[in-house]
Structure formats: C-alpha cells, structure tokens
C-alpha cells in the first residue's frame, strides 16, 4: 500500500499562507577567499553556478557555455559573462538542495552570482537570479570595521495567516543602511509546531496509528517530507530570501527546528507527548516515532541549514554529527554552541558533575580549546548560545518546574535550570578566565525567550573581566514561551548555586515585540569599540522599526 497520501510534498490541501520557496540560494561562510553558496532549484538536474567580480546581464537568457565563459542571450545578441562556472547535481535526495564551495577568491571584493540549466527551455534557464541581481561580499584582508545582523524565532504564522513578514524588510534596510557584513541566525529559523495549521507534529498524532505500522524507512521517508515542507513554507518569501542571499548568513537550530523542548523530556514525557484522550500507544511506539523525527528533523536540518556553515563531520547517526562550529571575522572570534542534537534532561543525573545534559563531552572539548587557546589577534570573543546564559529568575525556573504550568521544557531549557546549572557554572568559569586573560569582551549572543534584552557580569574573583549577555529575540513571533516568562526576567542580583561571585545587571528595560539587532565593531584612533544596538516594532509606528536601545560593549 502506497504511503504518499502521508506525503506534504507538493500536497494541494497543505496550505500555506506564504509562497513555498521552489528556487533561492544562501551566502554561507566566508572568508577573505572563500565562500560557500546554498542553493535550491525548482526541479532536479544539472546546474550552473556562475560568479564573476562583474554585474551579470540584467536582461537575457543564458545561450551556451564558450570555453570557461557564459554566453548570455538578449534581443541585441549574445553577451560573454566573465567569471568562473561550478557545476553542481541537485537531487531529490537531499530536497534539490545543494553547496558550493568557492575558492580563490579575493579579499573585500564583491561578487555577483546565479544558477541557471542549459537543458531547460531557453525562457526558463536562469533558476537563481532571473530576479534580482545576487551578490555577496569577501570579507576584507584587514577589518577594522565590522557590523553583523542577529535574529532568532521566525514564526509569522497564525490561524492559518500570516503576519509580521515586513520585518524581513526592514531587517534588510538596517542591514544595507549600516554596511553589514553577515549576519548569525541564532535559533528558531523554523518552527515545526507553531501554529496549529502548519504542525507537523499534529499531523504525526492525527495519523499516529497509520504512520505507527510503517516501517522505520518508510516513516522516515514521510517525515522527511513534512520537515522539508516546513522550510519551504518558512523561507519562501521574498523579503526573507532578499536577507538570506544578499550577506554571508550563520545559522545553528533551537528547539523548534525538531520540536518544542526536544531534549528537555524524560521518555515518558516524550512519549506523552504523542498520545491523546482517544488514543494511547505504548511508551516503545511512541518514542520509535519521536526519534524517527528527530533523525528526519536532523537530516533535513542540516540540508537547509548546517551544509552552507563552516564544515563539521555528518553522518547518519547522531554521534557522527557535530552542529557546533567556530569562526573568524578579523578580530572577532565566534563559537556557535549546539544545545539541542546531544541534549538529553535526566533527573537521575542532578547530583553528578560529570554529566553534561546540554552540550555534551565532545562539544565540551572543542569549546573548552577555543576558550583557553586564544591568539593575540582576537579583539572581541563571541559565543553564540541560542538559549540565553542569564534570563529567568533561577528560582522560578526550578520551583516551576512542573508539567501543570505547562512550562516544565522551556524552564529546563534555561542555564539556570538544577539540571544545567554545573555546565553553566563552568561555562561562566572559563569566560571569566578569558576575559580576565586577555583584556578584551566576552559576549553571548542568544535568542528563544521572545523579547530583546541585555545583561552585564561582574565576578570578584576576576575583576578586570567583562562578560554581557545580548539577547535579540523574535523578528516575527511576539508571544513569550509559556506566557510567563517575560514576566520573570531578571533585573539585577547575584547568581547563585556558583562557587563564583556573580552580580548580574539588567542594562534597559525587557521590550518585548519583535525585535532584531545589530553589533558594530569598530577601531577609533587604535582603540576598539563595540557596540550592540537593538532594533524593534513601534506600536505607534506600525510601517517602521526603530533604534530601541544601545549598549556599549566595555573592554576590560
């Protein structure tokens, strides 16, 4: 028996309130002589990158390839584009999704790209960039100026509509206007069960029994249908796509690119989570279904998202995947922490110091190097941490945490949750140590709580260290996980469960619509400054966002 009825793709009665994307492309990472460019086409085949340092023609169709060169066809002839061609196979295996990766390039120069099939008919060859003219920027030999865009949480979808899709707009005016360099997606790009009429984990509950008798690769093969149609129905916007292939983009998932807290259930909670008032599975059923979306969720994760970051290792098991990178803007220095494809919440494990529920021993050691082996050259220190560092009132966060409330995984998400709180400990521990050790910044970039907001820290035992916490958080989803949260966010005080000293203070007030933010680094008469302006919706002004607040970035 045939399971496509199981299917979303291309499925007519699978609505979405915004155009799927069918073709687009991502600038990826890149350095000052590489680049990697994502693309995805309409239909599978043999394609075409082309680049060159030279506008492409705006009108025409390409003709024929001569020698290494494009011949571009218009009503006044053919035109040769100078550049270089990547061919590249895009198939139905990986969604028509595929990387390319760019090399000897030159520092700070600009480059114009697009995708394009001689096979298909000569009106339809251009499939990326027929548009509009695609372009992207090296970054320079040496930086003394920089400036990145950072978001999280993009869910515009409500009853069946959609709404707010005009901050991907004038998320690309603020970033034009400043010069911006890339910008960092920093949790949330997706939400598999946001609003009901594009939940995919509804769909698995509502055809649990059917899905259930399938075996595991046929289950796979309809998951990975329905996280494929997420994406598309997410990014398929124009506004988003203008964003997406205009800036080198850094992208690492949260909870909602695999489910709402996934990773912050115990078994049987997760199990739980796909039964009903009508229908009961057993525990082993349902966490078969659950892991199986989790390995589709992963897959397709990285098809959209991790394949066009700096390269880790893949695989087809969860061992052989590493989610968290590192890279380099000039002097600034990043690592992307992964808290959700090794995180495993155990209340067993409470009282054992050993046991890392959020990042894991292997990301421990990577992250562990890059904090004690900085170089001379670094001038500001980044770690992107898609939950923030400092949020909730850490007494809230555990006398809450119970199922009743319905906050039991978004509190056990937070740093401050008993379970996390060693790891945070000894995060904090280390950043303190490298701030203390190299005179400059330490500062996490965060998203997943829904408001824009800043912290200071101070420790006693390393007075000359700054460490803040920035949280830019959601661009189009303005509702606070669990209704509450925003209504605890910390103000000032001192942590506690630490066998450091910690004061923490609350820079501004909590704003909490949508909101996305801005870092500017700059070097002045030979000192450096930083600087991290938050930009938000008026209820005033509902065509505009406006500069909300800034906080300057103090070294040491």
């Known amino acids: 028996m045939s399971n496509d009825h199981l299917k979303f793709y291309d499925k007519e009665d699978r609505a979405s309130a915004l155009p799927r994307l069918f073709a687009g492309a991502i600038v990826g990472h890149?350095?000052?002589?590489?680049?990697?460019?994502?693309?995805?086409?309409?239909?599978?085949?043999?394609?075409?990158?082309?680049?060159s340092a030279n506008p492409l023609p705006e009108s025409g169709q390409p003709y024929d390839i001569h020698g290494q060169q494009l011949r571009v066809e218009d009503s006044a002839g053919l035109t040769t584009v100078i550049g270089e061609l990547h061919e590249i196979s895009l198939k139905y295996s990986t969604d028509v999704t595929g990387v390319i990766d760019l090399d000897n390039l030159k520092a700070g120069t600009r480059?114009?790209?697009?995708?394009?099939?001689?096979?298909?008919?000569?009106?339809?060859?251009?499939?990326?960039?027929?548009?509009?003219?695609?372009?992207?920027?090296?970054?320079?030999?040496?930086?003394?100026?920089?400036?990145?865009?950072?978001?999280s949480c993009h869910m515009p979808f409500k009853g069946g509509n959609a709404y707010n899709m005009d901050m991907w707009s004038m998320f690309a005016d603020v970033l034009e206007d400043n010069d911006?360099?890339?910008?960092?997606?920093?949790?949330?790009?997706?939400?598999?069960?946001?609003?009901?009429?594009?939940?995919?984990?509804?769909?698995?509950?509502?055809?649990?029994?059917?899905?259930?008798?399938?075996?595991?690769?046929?289950?796979?093969?309809?998951?990975?249908?329905?996280?494929?149609?997420?994406?598309?129905?997410?990014?398929?916007?124009?506004?988003?796509?203008?964003?997406?292939?205009?800036?080198?983009?850094?992208?690492?998932?949260?909870?909602?690119?695999?489910?709402?807290g996934w990773g912050s259930y115990t078994d049987a909670e997760l199990a739980d989570k796909l039964d009903t008032i009508f229908q009961w599975q057993n525990t082993a059923t349902n966490l078969t279904l659950a892991r199986n979306m989790f390995y589709c969720a992963r897959q397709v994760y990285?098809?959209?998202?991790?394949?066009?970051?700096?390269?880790?290792?893949?695989?087809?098991?969860?061992?052989?995947?590493?989610?968290?990178?590192?890279?380099?803007?000039?002097?600034?220095?990043?690592?992307?922490?992964?808290?959700?494809?090794?995180?495993?919440?155990?209340?067993?494990?409470?009282?054992?110091?050993?046991?890392n529920p959020v990042l894991g021993d292997d990301q421990w050691a990577r992250l562990t190097s890059w904090l004690s082996a900085p170089d001379n050259n670094e001038d500001a220190f980044f770690l992107v941490s898609p939950v923030p560092v400092i949020h909730a009132n850490d007494y809230i966060v555990n006398v809450a945490d119970i199922n009743a409330l319905g906050l039991a995984d978004d509190l056990r998400d937070e740093w401050d949750h008993y379970s996390n709180q060693h790891e945070r400990n000894r995060l904090l521990k280390e950043c303190f140590t490298l701030s203390q050790n190299t005179g400059k910044p330490v500062v996490f970039l965060s998203g997943d709580v829904h408001v824009g907001a800043s912290f200071s820290l101070f420790c006693r035992q390393y007075p000359g260290a700054r460490l803040y916490q920035i949280t830019s958080s959601a661009i189009t989803y303005a509702k606070t996980p669990g209704g509450l949260l925003k209504l605890i966010v910390k103000n000032r005080g001192k942590l506690s469960n630490s066998d450091l000293d910690i004061d923490?203070?609350?820079?501004?007030?909590?704003?909490?619509?949508?909101?996305f933010s801005l870092m500017k680094y700059q070097k002045v008469n030979g000192k450096s400054q930083l600087f991290w302006d938050l930009y938000g919706k008026s209820g005033e002004i509902d065509n505009a966002v406006i500069k909300l607040k800034r906080v300057h970035i103090l070294y040491p």
Not at 180 to 191: A, K, N, R, W
Not at 217 to 240: C, E, F, H, P
Not at 504 to 515: A, I, S
């Open 30 to 51: 890149t350095t000052t002589n590489t680049a990697r460019i994502w693309v995805r086409a309409h239909t599978p085949g043999d394609y075409y990158l082309i680049v």
């Open 111 to 151: 480059y114009y790209y697009g995708l394009f099939s001689l096979l298909k008919k000569r009106s339809e060859r251009w499939e990326v960039g027929r548009d509009a003219q695609l372009s992207f920027c090296t970054q320079p030999a040496d930086v003394e100026r920089c400036v990145f865009g950072f978001y």
């Open 302 to 355: 990285y098809e959209y998202q991790h394949s066009h970051n700096p390269h880790t290792p893949f695989g087809p098991k969860a061992e052989d995947c590493q989610w968290d990178y590192t890279f380099r803007w000039g002097p600034l220095s990043f690592f992307v922490m992964d808290m959700r494809g090794h995180r495993r919440y155990d209340p067993a494990q409470k009282a054992n110091p050993a046991y």
């Open 180 to 260: 911006s360099d890339f910008l960092i997606g920093g949790g949330d790009q997706v939400y598999t069960d946001g609003d009901k009429s594009i939940d995919i984990w509804r769909w698995l509950v509502k055809h649990l029994k059917e899905v259930a008798q399938l075996s595991d690769s046929k289950q796979r093969d309809v998951m990975l249908s329905w996280y494929r149609d997420i994406y598309r129905s997410y990014w398929g916007a124009n506004s988003t796509k203008q964003v997406y292939r205009s800036y080198p983009n850094y992208m690492i998932w949260d909870d909602h690119e695999i489910m709402d």
């Open 504 to 515: 923490y203070e609350r820079l501004g007030d909590v704003f909490p619509g949508r909101n």
